[in-house]
């Protein structure tokens, strides 16, 4: 059994839904195949415009409610595609499969899916057309998996089903050293761990989801990323580290934008403030990465400073503000102004001089470094946005990521 998933670019339009149709038909003639399908194109950014033209903070259960049906037209036109050309196919939403998530709207996780629609349809011959991106509560709501949760379905559907393999159709021929339409000498990484993928999907590579690469980690599911356009390209494999011949210093660079940057100044420096200020924002579900506490001479008062998600912001500048009153803070920053541009390597941890390089080929551009941090894998500097596309280039022309380092043996420079 496969399972395929086709992005919103793959079936932008109906001569893409029938070139969708094809692929699946011929993969259907080699055994059961169920297809994941996104909304057509920017739909699902349409509808969130809608919804905030409507709405200033639009109700996330009817966000939801609005949002899930993107999927549900691409679905019904990819089966009817496939029937057309005498595939015979069944389309199905998230609630008629039985994919049941939590009640967290706009952000859900899986928590379990029925397989028993799906294989009476593939028994009975059918290609199934699954909606990608949206689930349904244990109470019936609709849900959805947060933008790009396609990939999700795809692979938590070949977990359930036990398929042979994930393949992941998009606009590009696989995952790159950088994205392509960034770095135009981006070179296709035959093979990418799922360790290496995960975090470069964490940062902004946006090829694939990172709950998708997660899952696929956990349950050892070979994914791979293919051209809709160029169906019969090999792509990028997924495999476990253990399994790849080769390692890298540095895989790839990615860039995220979706960051902004919040600090709270001169926030008296005693046990458990750090607890509050950033209970504060967990509950209200924000994410915080690349924390940063500087102390002021006299060591009375800290500032903090972190990045959100830029659509995080809003939410969490409130809740920053009031943390700052409740525990005597002098203020809170906000600067939307930023990106940001990381490394990845699982090669990373026995080069040092990796980090030093970075920073100095981007002070030789001229670009600042407004944050830096780092893990074992991953080294990431947050830039001014108008800076974060050239800041990739050069990083990515410093580690010389465009010529074949894929040799066993080969030394990195
Ligand atoms: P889909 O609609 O098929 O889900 P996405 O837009 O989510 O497609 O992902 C594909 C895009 O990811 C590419 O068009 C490319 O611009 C971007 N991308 C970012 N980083 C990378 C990378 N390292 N390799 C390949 N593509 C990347
Ligand atoms: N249609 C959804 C989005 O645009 C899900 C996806 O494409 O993966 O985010
Ligand atoms: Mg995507």
Not at 55 to 80: C, F, K
Not at 242 to 260: C, K, L, W
Not at 291 to 307: K, P, R, Y
């Amino acid at each position: 059994m496969l399972v395929q998933k086709f992005g919103g670019t793959s079936v932008k339009s109906v001569a893409r839904i029938k070139n969708v149709a094809s692929i699946i038909a011929r993969a259907a003639e080699e055994g059961p195949v169920v297809a994941v399908v996104s909304a057509m194109g920017d739909t699902t950014d349409y509808l969130m415009k809608l919804a905030h033209q409507v709405s200033g903070s639009p109700n996330r259960r009817e966000l939801d409610a609005l949002l899930a049906t993107g999927e549900q037209i691409s679905v019904a036109l990819v089966a009817m595609a496939l029937n057309e050309s005498g595939t015979k196919a069944v389309s199905v939403t998230a609630g008629q499969l039985g994919i049941t998530t939590e009640s967290v709207h706009t952000s859900a996780r899986i928590v379990d899916i029925n397989t028993e629609r799906i294989r009476r349809y593939l028994d009975d011959g059918n290609v199934v057309v699954a909606a990608g991106f949206q689930g349904t509560t244990p109470a019936g709501d609709t849900t959805t998996l947060g933008r790009g949760g396609s990939d999700t379905t795809a692979v938590a559907l070949a977990v359930a089903l036990g398929a042979s393999a994930c393949d992941i159709f998009t606009d590009v021929s696989g995952v790159y050293t950088a994205d392509p339409n960034i770095v135009p000498t981006a070179r296709l990484l035959k093979e990418v761990s799922y360790e290496e993928m995960l975090e470069m999907a964490r940062v902004g590579a946006q090829v694939l989801h990172p709950r998708a690469v997660e899952l696929a980690r956990k349950h050892g599911i070979p994914v791979r990323v293919r051209n809709t356009f160029d169906p019969n390209h090999e792509g990028t494999i997924l495999k476990g580290a253990d399994e790849m011949e080769i390692s890298r210093p540095v895989s790839g660079v990615t860039v995220d934008r979706d960051q902004a940057r919040l600090a709270i100044l001169k926030v008296p420096d005693r046990p458990g403030v750090a607890g509050e200020i950033f209970g504060a924002l967990a509950d209200q579900r924000v994410s915080v990465d690349m924390i940063i506490q500087a102390f002021h001479e006299g060591g009375l008062v800290n500032d903090i400073s972190f990045t959100v998600k830029r659509s995080d912001l809003e939410t969490a500048r409130t809740a920053l503000e009031e943390a700052a009153s409740r525990t005597g803070a002098e203020h809170v920053l906000a600067d939307e102004d930023v990106a940001k541009v990381s490394v990845v390597g699982a090669g990373l941890m026995d080069h040092p001089d990796v980090a030093a390089r970075m920073f100095s080929a981007l002070g030789r551009e001229g670009i600042n470094i407004k944050m830096i941090s780092t893990s074992e894998i991953r080294i990431s500097c947050v830039v001014s946005d108008e800076d974060a596309e050239r800041a990739v280039r050069v990083v990515h022309d410093l580690f010389h990521l465009d010529e074949a380092h894929d040799e066993p043996d080969s030394d990195q420079d």
